[in-house]
């Protein structure tokens, strides 16, 4: 639809309307001076300038509704009042006025330009982490208001956030709409998820993609890059901890995305806090580590999946903050014995271990630990109490795996740090035809075990070749130890994408054993480095 002409200003209540600061296809926002001198913004909404009557009364209809959360909620925008003129064909609604881009609250009529976040990002450019994380949380919690009230916002973007005595605050609210009836498209190219607009995870969506903007430096569009001098910034680790949270805000796919602004808020208001949000990821994550950055630093390059992303961030630091308080929900997964009386099958063990990793980081409820690179076997003789104590977690996982011939046969045990008691949740018998049914059904039984909702949520599969996934197992076991040569884990995680050329994982994986001798400096070919952007590409 054009942009039909503007009207008049009409003549309302005890208001002057001074001057027309923002033009929108239903409506105009002027800039209003009260009978006391007060500085407010005015919108007036045109009947004529809808199709029909429907979407005219829809938009009334919200703003009512809204009216209501606006009176005990200091977080929104401040609606003062609503009014209707049905001869002159308008409603109209009294909002707080912005601060002054200039002047903060000493408006000047004449030179007065509203303080939004897209006029701070064109004047500042990237902004500071802590910055990022008090603008989130602010926005959040508005966005938490509608949601928990059943209603959307729908267009999220740095223009429709508006700064009012410093404190950010979400604008345009006539576009704010009962969650159930707003299927219109409505909404920003780029702010926009893929399931659409109108629902609590579109928000979600696109307030990620406001803080992405904001932390990043750069345009949406460019989203998941990071900055090319990321190695180089001051809140590197901040801002590697912070893009986690965005990352996951920003999940192309619903179910794996925040499903509203309250479980954003939360990872948000932890980070706030000093406090980390990150688990240490399970394999399935590719943990390409410190590699983004120095890809990125070397070659300009950047990461195009989000999973690949989120990985290398859980990657940059340990992600386990030692002064916080032990959560019942704190959990840690230990590397599996082999019982098998063959060295050779550590590898076969640690995937079981890992898999059981990949299925609890799934559930949001659990803060898990976890990892071959990080975790050891505990020592002969340490109690698991004191090892759960080391790590800050309520309960410890750990098992055996013993493999003879054909088949498998694997233990699982959960223990209990507050009094050592230890807990049998059950023994596995498979032939290694069947190991990845095995694998689902061990995981399955520590998830129903840890945090009954999250088991009847399938486990992905990343390949159904065991031969590929036997590959890529010796090259995760040789890739942990700190003095394997790289080169041996790449041929084994080469082994892999040959049988399944789909397989996600390995080919992170490899992209990282191919790095390493690029990190250490033993090979700086364009060559090799072209060889990791090729795998990270895949």
Known sequence: MSTPPVQSPPSIPDFELLRRIGRGSYGDVWLARGVTGIFRAIKIVWRDRFPDAEPFEREFRGMREFA????????QLALLHVGRNEAAGFFYYVMELADDADRGRAIEPASYTALTLAEVRHRRGRLPVVECVRIGVELARSLDALHRRGLVHRDVKPSNVIFVNGGPKLADIGLVAPAASAQTYVGTEGFVPPDGPGSPGADVYALGK??????????????????????????????????????????????????????????????????????IASWQRATVGILVAAVIAAGGWALRSPDAVAGANRAATNGVATNAPVAPTAVAVLPFANLSGDPAQDYFALGFSEEILNALVRERNLRVIGGSGRLGRPRDGVPLTEVAQSLQVAQLIEGNVRRDGNRVRVNVRLTRAADGVTENLGSFD??????????????????????????????PVLTRNFEAYEAFLRGRALQVRASTNAGDAAKHYEAAVALDPGFALAWARLAEARFRPYAAKIDTSPRLLASVREALGR
């Open 68 to 75: 209501a959360i606006s009176v005990g909620e200091s977080t």
């Open 210 to 279: 406001v803080l992405y903007e904001l932390a990043s430096g750069r345009d949406r569009q460019m989203f998941p890059k990071l900055p090319d001098d990321l190695d180089r910034l001051p809140d590197c680790r901040a801002l590697l901890e912070f893009n986690e949270v965005v990352l996951r805000a920003c999940e192309p796919r619903p179910e794996r995305r925040y499903p509203d602004a309250g479980s954003l808020l939360a990872d948000l208001e932890t980070l706030s806090r000093g406090r980390s949000v990150r688990t």
């Open 430 to 459: 498979r032939e290694t035809a069947d190991i990845f049914a095995l694998q689902d059904e061990v995981a399955r039984a520590v998830v129903e075990r840890l945090a009954p909702r999250a088991a009847r949520n399938p486990v």
